[in-house]
């Protein structure tokens, strides 16, 4: 599956991003749709996801902070990241489901976020 993340960049602590994914292979309803990160030197950990009745869950240290949302009609998901830490720094995919294996095929290519004063 050919996933792809936009949005990431340089952001001040405190500030806030709003990362996307599209696809055109498969229709996001219709799965579990997940968004993992890996700062570098750590491994990948998932940070959220979204069941096709569009209930979600977090993982706590990103609970209020992050929100992940889907727009059915534009087929895009979306991770809101607010009040960005130095400790937010990574690579954030978005992928189907939430195999963390390191080459897992149905993960896109990543965004990266950098939290830095």
């Known amino acids: 599956v050919h996933l792809v993340e936009s949005g990431g960049g340089l952001v001040q602590p405190g500030g806030s991003l709003t990362l996307s994914c599209t696809t055109s292979?498969?229709?996001?309803?219709?799965?579990?749709m997940t968004w993992v990160r890996q700062a570098p030197g750590k491994e990948l950990e998932w940070l959220a996801g979204?069941?096709?009745?569009?209930?979600?869950a977090y993982r706590n240290s990103v609970e209020g902070r992050f929100t992940i949302s889907r727009d059915d009609v534009k087929n895009t998901l979306y991770l809101q990241l607010n009040s960005l830490k130095t400790e937010d720094t990574a690579m954030y995919y978005c992928?189907?489901?939430?195999?963390?294996?390191?080459?897992?095929?149905?993960r896109g290519q990543g965004t990266q976020v950098t939290v830095s004063s």
């Open positions: 979204i069941w096709s009745d569009a209930s979600t």
């Open positions: 992928q189907k489901g939430d195999n963390l294996a390191e080459n897992y095929e149905a």
């Open positions: 292979e498969l229709t996001f309803t219709n799965y579990y």
